[in-house]
Nanobody
């Protein structure tokens, strides 16, 4: 079982940067794939970026070249560096750890608001 706690959200101007963090509490975090999702009001939750247990990454087209996902298994931490933020990036961002259909965990979310 893994519990996830996100932090680092906030209000930022367009073009600015934020770094989200995801702290994982539990065992075997390094065996999990880790991902960031987001959900804007009235819209479905969507995948932003994923990093596998082996370190491979993939990104949604709308964040390629602007966001970077990383993890530090020694610290049980995941990160999402977000640069060149746009108003349409405004959403609640969720951390996810996935090992199997039974071992799939979510954080509580952190609000990111991009506005001038």
């Amino acid at each position: 079982q893994v519990q996830l706690v996100e932090s680092g959200g906030g209000l930022v101007q367009p073009g600015g940067s934020l770094r989200l963090s995801c702290a994982a509490f539990g065992s075997f975090f390094d065996f999990y794939d880790m991902a960031w999702y987001r959900q804007a009001p009235g819209l479905q939750r969507e995948l932003v970026a994923r990093i596998t247990s082996g370190g491979s990454t993939n990104y949604a087209d709308f964040v390629k070249g602007r966001f970077a996902i990383s993890r530090d298994n020694a610290k049980n931490m995941g990160y999402l560096q977000m640069d060149s933020l746009k108003p349409e990036d405004t959403a609640v961002y969720y951390c996810n750890a996935h090992w199997s259909s039974r071992l799939d965990h979510w954080g509580q979310g952190t609000q990111v608001t991009v506005s001038s």
